[in-house]
């Protein structure tokens, strides 16, 4: 039961946000350009935003890998 914990904390969290960009995009900016100055008031804030920022970057960029490479071994062509 611990483990939903994580899940049932952050889905909610997520889905808002996803929504909120969807919906209202001009609100939405107006918000990550609020928080975006109040993480240069926090540098500690600010450098847990960057190494997330890079994390994710780079599971983005190993995740297309391994999708590319699953797709030439069961012959699906990318275009």
């Known amino acids: 039961m611990a483990g939903m914990f ?6 909610p969290l997520l889905a808002i946000g ?3 960009y969807y919906f209202l995009p001009e609100t939405s900016r107006n918000i990550l350009g609020l ?3 109040w993480e240069e008031h926090v540098p500690v ?3 847990v935003h960057q190494r997330v920022a890079r994390d994710i970057e780079h599971l983005k960029v190993e995740t297309t890998k391994e999708a590319k490479h699953i797709g030439d071994k069961l012959g699906i062509s990318n275009r």
């Open 6 to 11: 994580p899940i049932r904390m952050i889905s």
């Open 18 to 20: 996803i929504s909120g």
């Open 35 to 37: 928080v975006r100055r």
């Open 45 to 47: 804030v600010w450098d």
